[in-house]
């Protein structure tokens, strides 16, 4: 069966450092896999989504980017971390084209 | 631009009744629909998807309408239970719109038992 990790479940940095968060999906091969994060009370807001190695279609301009250097790793960045990254980050993969997206636990990132 | 409306305002019912959440979107035609469940400080869980040439689409105690006149959907939880409580999502896709799915803010639901 496939499965999806994420890491770490919780982070709290300061600003102006960097970011690294991690998703794995397992038992699946070429899987779409999709970045969002969700602000307190909002929808999700799609950040990155990758349909193959090396792959990236940014939705919305900021501070974070992301690189997917294996089938089924997806890895989200930032060189400097602003307040208004603040938010709970969700890592997803999809098959098929019902896009039904699959989720990781998810990052609270908390920057101070 | 296209927008996805779920009422922001929680649902609060009596446990054994039927809960009934609102899915709402404008400038969009999608090809499906779908609807997650949310827990606190989880990823969402997919629940259900109906098409757009489907009228309504069931699983277990929940049935799920898609009205592409009104462009509304209705999400239903028969015999709606405590452990039903979550925030649930709606979201859109289409078949051309690439890999991308808009996601709505969700409803909170609370079931008293």
């Known amino acids: 069966s496939q499965t999806i990790h994420q890491w770490p479940a919780t982070l709290v940095q300061p600003v102006g450092s960097p970011l690294s968060l991690e998703c794995t999906v397992e038992?699946?091969?070429?899987?779409?896999l999709y970045w969002y994060r969700q602000a307190a009370g909002r929808g999700l807001q799609l950040l990155f989504y990758?349909?193959?190695?090396?792959?990236i279609s940014s939705e919305v301009p900021q501070n974070l980017s992301a690189s997917r250097p294996q089938d089924r790793q997806f890895i989200l960045s930032s060189k400097k971390l602003l307040l208004s990254d603040s938010g709970f980050y969700l890592c997803a993969w999809s098959v098929g084209g019902e896009n039904i997206q699959y989720f990781g636990a998810g990052t609270r990132l908390s920057v101070l | 631009s296209q927008k996805i409306e779920q009422n922001s305002e929680a649902l609060n019912i009596q446990e054994g009744k039927t809960a009934t959440l609102t899915c709402n979107y404008t400038n969009y035609s999608p090809a499906y629909l779908q609807w997650y469940r949310q827990d606190p400080g989880r990823g969402p869980v997919f629940l259900l998807l109906i098409r757009e040439n489907e009228k309504e689409k069931r699983k277990e105690r929940l049935k799920v309408t898609f009205d592409t006149t009104l462009k509304q959907s209705l999400f239903h939880i028969t015999a709606s239970q405590p452990a039903d409580s979550a925030t649930y999502l709606c979201?859109?896709?289409?078949?051309?719109?690439?890999?991308?799915?808009?996601f709505g803010a969700g409803t909170r639901l609370f079931v008293k038992a």
């Open positions: 038992g699946t091969s070429n899987p779409n």
């Open positions: 990758s349909v193959g190695i090396g792959q």
């Open positions: 979201a859109l896709g289409t078949d051309t719109g690439g890999f991308k799915t808009i």
